[in-house]
C-alpha cells in the first residue's frame, strides 16, 4: 500500500515539476519576445522592464567583422534616444533552454530585420533570472555571422 501512495506522490511531483517547467519556459519565450519589439519601438521603459542588473552582468557581441563588443549593460536599460526606437523585428527560431531553480539559460537564433527589410543573422546565448516571481534577462552573448 505504501508502495502505491510513493509511486502516486512521485508521479504528481513529476507532473506538477513539468507543469512549472512549461509555464516557465513560455514566460521566458514571452520575456525574449517583449524585449525584442520593445527595443525596436523605443519603449525604453518596458524595454529596461526586461532586465534585472547585477553586478556579474554582460553582453558581450561579436560581429561578422570580427570586433568583439564589450557593451556596458547599463547602455541597455538606459539607453541614448538615437539607438532604440528604428522599427523591424526580430525572428526568433532554434529555441533551446535549460531551468533550474530561479536561474535559465537560453540559446537560439536571430534573424534581426531593419524597417528596410535588411536582415543580421546571430546566434545567441541568454542568462536569466527569476526576480519578484518575474523573469527577467541578465546578461547574454550575441554572435553575428552571415550566410
Not at 36 to 57: E, F, M, N, V
Request: with cysteine; glycine share 6%.
Amino acid at each position: 500500500m505504501h508502495k502505491y501512495i510513493l509511486t502516486a506522490l512521485l508521479a504528481f511531483m513529476l507532473a506538477s515539476s513539468f507543469a512549472q517547467s512549461k509555464k516557465d519556459s513560455v514566460a521566458i519565450i514571452n520575456v525574449l519576445g517583449k524585449e525584442a519589439s520593445t527595443w525596436r519601438a523605443g519603449d525604453i521603459k518596458a524595454h529596461a522592464d526586461c532586465w534585472q542588473l547585477r553586478p556579474y552582468s554582460r553582453i558581450l557581441i561579436s560581429t561578422t567583422n570580427g570586433r568583439v563588443i564589450d557593451l556596458d549593460p547599463n547602455i541597455i536599460v538606459n539607453p541614448p534616444a538615437n539607438m532604440v526606437g528604428n522599427g523591424g523585428k526580430a525572428i526568433i527560431t532554434n529555441v533551446k533552454m535549460r531551468i533550474t531553480g530561479k536561474s535559465a539559460w537560453i540559446s537560439h537564433n536571430e534573424e534581426s530585420v531593419t524597417k528596410d527589410g535588411i536582415s543580421t543573422l546571430s546566434y545567441e546565448v541568454r542568462l536569466l533570472e527569476k526576480v519578484k516571481g518575474n523573469w527577467k534577462l541578465v546578461g547574454q552573448s550575441v554572435h553575428q555571422y552571415q550566410k
